[in-house]
């Protein structure tokens, strides 16, 4: 079955260390993005990348890094720079589109909740 | 920056009853999606409308969008408790590079 993937669901995160979050995605979408979401809040965009070894930097892109080495992965870390990660973090993919022309919309990974300890 | 407002914040209704969102947004859009969100997963994908279209259906969803007052709403008919969830909008700058949403509404269908 095509899908994402998130790994691992849970991770605890001592002060001063730097975690990495995984996303894979087996649909051949040239797109991938990762958002934040902190408690009943909306979606906040960290960083995306429209195509391989090529990504920019979204709304909250302080404290995080991200690779795209490879058109189906995009790892997310988070450094010690980033003061406040405890959140849930979802990984989305979708078909690069034209501006204009998108048909669907994205797809997402069932996220990872980071809590720092 | 949270493109997309949508009101209300939370719904309470019950088995059998229509529930309407709304969603408004500042700039202008290609499109403006819809999303549900069940607790601690992560988000699907329920219906997008262009920025040149109206009204879209989709089995029980009726989704609108108004460009001239920058506002689209999401009625679900004949909600059911499986229903209960955060629902998002998510709109599509002109640039066309990705999605900004909106703080979500949650709706609580009561059996």
């Known amino acids: 079955d095509g899908g994402i993937t998130q790994s691992p669901k849970y991770l605890f995160r001592k002060e001063g260390q730097n975690v990495t979050l995984s996303c894979e995605q087996n649909?051949?979408?040239?797109?991938m993005y990762w958002y934040r979401q902190d408690p009943g809040q909306g979606l906040r965009l960290i960083y995306y990348?429209?195509?391989?070894?090529?990504?920019q930097k979204g709304d909250i892109a302080e404290g995080y890094s991200v690779s795209r080495e490879k058109k189906e992965s995009f790892p997310l870390t988070v450094t010690s720079a980033q003061k406040n990660p405890t959140a849930f973090y979802l990984c989305?993919?979708?078909?690069?589109?034209?501006?204009?022309?998108?048909?669907?919309?994205?797809?997402f990974g069932s996220g990872t909740r980071l809590t720092v300890v | 920056s949270q493109q997309g407002e949508e009101d209300p914040q939370a719904l309470s209704i019950q088995e059998g009853e229509n529930a309407t969102m709304n969603c408004s947004y500042k700039?202008?859009?290609?499109?403006l999606q819809w999303y549900r969100q069940n607790s601690g997963r992560g988000l699907v994908h329920l219906i997008l409308?262009?920025?040149?279209?109206r009204e879209k259906h989709s089995g029980r969803l009726r989704v609108t969008l108004d460009t001239s007052k920058k506002s689209s709403s999401l009625l679900i008919t004949a909600s059911r408790a499986a229903d209960t969830a955060s629902y998002f909008c998510?709109?599509?700058?002109?640039?066309?590079?990705?999605?900004?949403f909106g703080e979500g509404t949650q709706l609580t269908v009561n059996p």
């Open positions: 990348s429209q195509i391989v070894n090529d990504f």
């Open positions: 409308i262009r920025s040149n279209e």
């Open positions: 998510a709109t599509e700058g002109t640039s066309g590079s990705r999605l900004t």
């Open positions: 989305a993919s979708s078909i690069r589109f034209p501006p204009g022309y998108a048909n669907y919309g994205y797809t």
């Open positions: 649909l051949n979408h040239d797109a």
């Open positions: 700039t202008s859009i290609n499109n």
